[in-house]
């Protein structure tokens, strides 16, 4: 079986899918020549195929949609969480600037489509 799993609101662009879905790994020395140990280890990074998903759905919508459907939220669900208005705003707004256009190397799509086709 197949599973998955939703980030939602998480990566915001590619440095956060970079943080989740690469990993660092030590170079392999193919000279087979020993190396001095106090010589340090060169690492490189690359994608972690354990965990990169095969697929990637990116739902946008409006500032005022998403403030609608936040504010019909009943109260006792949203108290001491960040789904107010003040914090909503700002979390929109950095994803927004993050996220300006697809062409950005920010934009969570292009490490995407970089990675999973």
Do not use: W
Not at 92 to 113: E, M
């Amino acid at each position: 079986m197949n599973k998955g799993f939703i980030l939602d609101g998480y990566p915001r662009n590619t440095k956060d899918a970079q943080a989740i879905f690469t990993e660092k790994v030590k170079k392999v020395n193919d000279d087979n020549e020993p190396k001095p140990a106090d010589l340090p280890v060169e690492e490189k990074i690359v994608i972690n195929e354990k965990i990169i998903p095969q697929f990637c759905i990116v739902f946008e919508a409006e500032n005022d949609l998403l403030k609608q459907r936040v504010q019909r939220l009943p109260k006792e669900e949203t108290e001491g969480t960040h789904f107010t208005d003040q914090h909503q705003e700002r979390r929109t707004k950095f994803y927004r600037d993050q996220n300006a256009t697809v062409q950005s190397d920010k934009h969570i799509l292009k490490f995407f489509h970089e990675h999973i086709g």
